[in-house]
């Protein structure tokens, strides 16, 4: 009876392994021969290879290639050294004490002697951007940060552009140190099958620019997430953001769009081949297609047909621009080029990519401008999107084109941004804060040497709501030499001290005669200076041109009033036009206007006095601005735009309105009616009489016109495009030149004092 139990016990469990084994692999043939006489099985990786060898990442080249495929030995090598150095951080991996004694300077590793590396055009503009920019340092003994001359920015190294033997190579350099405060840029890392952010060499405690970042490779507080741009991407500013107007209500179109390659296998095809699933035809387009690689057909699925007809019918920049918001799903690697081509364009991004450190994350606030969201969720995006009312809409387009214009136009501002977040992280009592980062005009323009805190900044006195300041200091350059109490500084001084607001005459001597002593100044206008308004004489040394801009720490008042010493202007015009600064303080505000053009027939900007209905320029010889620019001018720009305005005695007019233009966006503002506001036959006799020295009187020179060309054509290519912005609009008083009474008029001389001076 035992027996019997015991047989049926195991006659049960081989049926139930049976079935088991059936219901596991149901396509199982039981009738196949013996393992050792059925033909060799092709290993699962070589098949999942050659289903995926021509899908190439849409943002990538082609480079799933089954010779590309490593064993898991090497992939858990690569792994193992990818994390290596995961815990760096600025306070364990960096040497903040050469910074501290060498400054913020970065030094470029010169080209390694021997064959020329090849190198992309994006790498060059890189360490263009680097040797022109004011960090630069040709010493390395006096550099806190280092820059390989080794083109990193493709690690792929199925690319043509990868670069073999990096560890051998950067080993032999002097200063590497195991990488310790090195900065290594990189658009592309790993490759095919798990694309790994394997940049193939031992980078050590180097600090990591790179696209495509992960919240599991980036080091937070360490390494810096950029975005990824294409071969094309232009050195200095290029196309500006496309929304040209604020037109409400802000929708346009198309609610969403997409359109692009779908990969029908492997990394990045789970959302991309989702898509259809939201598309309605409508508002709501969805595109994509199968014909990417050598081998599609192969490959492509039922809808593959129907997909590619689609795909085909639409130009991808309409859909673009008129879209409210643009998918952006992430390809083979988190990062894609569609991410800045929809900023640029104003089309909302709304990310698919999980894991993704947007570029510069750590001070660019995204919820401003995009919106993430989760890829198993996209069924959810279009009720998510339809919610948004039209000023969230219209505000995140707004900040979408601040971005584009501040950050991520051209590579020169991206590597600028890049070292400026580096900057704060090493100087952190220096830090920008997030309004300076995410508010017009933006972090790049703040510098520490002149304020840490946005109150002082004029971009900002509107949102903070502060009052401008009520007070002003007059600086004069001086060029013409104190003859007596009839010179044409002394007439100036008298006209300052008649007005309500100038609490600060500084004269700044560029006069190759001997400056005169301030005492003797007070006297010749002691009758007309009542209220005993200072006068300071600094006898400037070197006397150039563009030191009429400098931020002379005798100069006590924010707001500035910039005149040469032949000006001819009445107290109230000078009152009126505080007046309309107070309002514009962010802005150049004066009297003699002019116009620059686009000239055809040489292909260029040009620069006119002719008058017209429109101007760009308001010459500073009779100007109002914020004392800010003054320290823009002088550390902020490149030294090449000034030691042209040194060598011509010329323009430095000219590169003002250029820099406060590209810092505002915004034009110049043109008070009053005057045309005429400059004693030329005083001038005239000094440099006929007096001979050339120190900083001469160009007006009359036959060549000041033909320079003003050069420097005009010189200075666009200093910022990359042309900044200045046309206007139309005078700024005169209230009832100017109406038929009432003129004690119903503030400045009732206004209206006379041109033809009396």
């Not at 600060?504 to 009758?527: F, N, S, T, Y």
Request: proline share 5%; hydrophobic share 35%; aromatic share 12%.
């Amino acid at each position: 009876m035992q027996a019997t139990k015991r047989y049926v016990l195991v006659l049960a469990t081989v049926i139930c392994t049976l079935l088991f084994y059936i219901l596991l692999y149901p396509n199982a043939n039981l009738n196949q021969p013996p393992l050792s006489i059925r033909e060799p099985r092709v290993p699962w990786i070589e098949t999942v290879v050659q289903r995926l060898s021509d899908f190439a990442g849409e943002d990538e080249p082609n480079d799933d290639d089954e010779s590309a495929v490593s064993s898991p030995t090497e992939r858990r090598s690569t792994r193992q050294q990818i994390y290596k150095n995961r815990k760096c951080r600025m306070e364990t991996c960096f040497d903040h004490s050469i910074c501290e004694n060498n400054g913020f300077k970065i030094y470029v590793y010169p080209v390694a002697p021997g064959p020329e590396e090849k190198m992309s055009a994006n790498y060059k503009n890189i360490l263009y951007t680097l040797r022109n920019s004011r960090y630069y340092t040709s010493d390395p003994e006096k550099a806190c940060l280092f820059v390989l001359s080794y083109d990193t920015l493709d690690r792929d190294p199925l690319s043509q552009d990868f670069i073999h033997n990096l560890d051998t190579k950067i080993s032999r350099l002097k200063y590497w140190n195991n990488g310790k405060n090195h900065v290594i840029f990189n658009l592309y890392a790993g490759t095919y099958p798990d694309y790994l952010e394997d940049l193939g060499f031992n980078y050590g405690e180097a600090i990591i620019a790179k696209a495509s970042f992960s919240d599991n490779f980036y080091r937070s507080g360490f390494d810096v997430s950029l975005p990824l741009f294409g071969k094309v991407h232009p050195l200095k500013r290029g196309e500006g953001g496309y929304v040209k107007s604020n037109y409400f209500p802000p929708r346009r179109k198309y609610l969403i769009s997409f359109k692009g390659k779908r990969y029908t296998y492997g990394i990045g095809s789970t959302t991309r081949n989702s898509l259809f699933h939201i598309h309605n035809g409508e508002d709501i387009i969805m595109l994509t297609t199968c014909k990417h690689g050598k081998q599609w057909e192969k490959h492509k699925d039922k809808r593959c047909e129907i997909d590619n007809e689609e795909y085909d019918k639409w130009d991808y920049q309409q859909l673009l621009h008129n879209s409210t918001f643009c998918l952006t799903p992430r390809g083979r690697r988190l990062g894609s080029f569609r991410f800045l081509e929809s900023l640029q364009a104003g089309c909302i991004p709304v990310v698919l990519a999980n894991g993704w450190m947007l570029p510069f994350a750590e001070v660019i606030d995204w919820q401003m401008a995009a919106l993430e969201w989760e890829e198993r969720l996209l069924l959810q995006v279009p009720s998510v999107i339809r919610e948004f009312d039209n000023d969230r809409v219209m505000s995140m387009r707004q900040q979408s084109q601040f971005l584009w214009e501040r950050y991520f136009a051209s590579v020169d501002v991206i590597i600028k941004t890049s070292f400026q977040i580096i900057y704060d992280r090493i100087y952190k009592y220096e830090v920008r804060n997030e309004l300076a980062w995410n508010r017009h005009p933006g972090s790049l323009f703040q510098l520490q040497n002149y304020s840490l805190s946005q109150a002082n900044y004029p971009s900002y006195y509107n949102m903070m709501g502060i009052e401008a300041p009520i007070k002003f200091t007059a600086v004069i350059q001086a060029v013409l030499p104190i003859t007596g109490s009839l010179s044409p500084i002394i007439r100036v001084i008298k006209t300052l001290t008649k007005t309500v607001s100038c609490a600060q005459i500084v004269v700044v001597w560029h006069c190759m005669k001997p400056a005169p002593d301030e005492g003797r100044l007070q006297v010749m206008v002691q009758k007309e200076n009542i209220r005993n308004i200072p006068i300071i004489v600094i006898d400037d040394h070197p006397k150039k041109m563009s030191r009429r801009f400098y931020p002379f720490e005798q100069i006590q008042y924010d707001a500035i009033m910039h005149l040469d010493d032949d000006a001819l202007l009445c107290d109230e015009e000078i009152d009126f036009a505080f007046e309309v600064w107070r309002s514009f303080p962010d802005r150049i505000v004066g009297f003699p206007a002019r116009n620059h053009l686009w000239d055809e027939a040489k292909s260029r900007w040009a620069y006119t006095s002719k008058w017209s209905n429109w101007y760009s320029i308001v010459l500073t010889g009779a100007a109002f601005t914020h004392k800010y620019y003054l320290h823009l001018y002088t550390e902020w720009l490149p030294e090449e735009s000034k030691i042209m305005v040194d060598t011509l005695n010329n323009c430095e007019d000219l590169l003002m309105n250029m820099l406060v233009s590209h810092v505002t966006r915004l034009p110049p503002i043109k008070v009053t009616q005057r045309k005429q506001y400059k004693d030329t036959a005083a001038s005239q006799k000094y440099t006929l009489e007096e001979g050339a020295g120190g900083v001469v009187p160009q007006w009359s020179n036959p060549q000041h016109f033909s320079e003003r060309q050069r420097c005009m054509s010189s200075f666009v290519d200093v910022f990359g495009y042309m900044p200045l912005v046309w206007s139309g609009t005078r700024m005169d008083p209230t009832l100017f030149k109406d038929n009432v009474a003129k004690y119903r008029k503030r400045y009732p001389h206004i209206e006379t004092c041109t033809t009396e001076t």
